[in-house]
């Protein structure tokens, strides 16, 4: 029911995006590198440290939880079979012509301007580190996990390139 009282819970859409992330396998210190290797030759004083710093400010950003939920929850749905056909098919064949993904990810890359969506463009061509990792592997659904993760450290870039301009 609609309750006029209600207040976002920021904390907790914090900690259940962590904790689904460790869940799944993901380690933010990686996140924080693959940040720092797209960066560290535009910006050589930068180091991964500042990253991660970063990289959790941006995790604390409403339009990153909203969306970063959305999609953890619906591979995890379709990887228990509670989807609906046919987007459960849709979902768990990660069918090139769905874009849903894509477009969550993209909003979240678009946090710190454009600067973040040409990272995720270029991220989610060359599907490196840990998300080339969720992107071939087979054996979960890993629809959106992948193009999340590639947008997460998209916007961390963003962040850190304003920081220094």
Known sequence: MYNKQFKY???????????????????LHELAVDAYD???EFIPELTVDECYESLITVLHKRELLNNAMVALELDRLTEAGLIEEPLQSIIENDAGVFGVDEALALQISEIYGTIGATNFGYLDRVKSGIIKHFDTDEHHVNTFIDDLLGAIVAAVCGKVAHHYA
Do not use: H, N, S, W
């Open 9 to 27: 819970p920021d904390t907790k859409a914090f900690e259940f995006v962590t904790k689904r992330l460790k869940q799944r396998g993901v380690d």
């Open 38 to 40: 797209l960066q560290k």
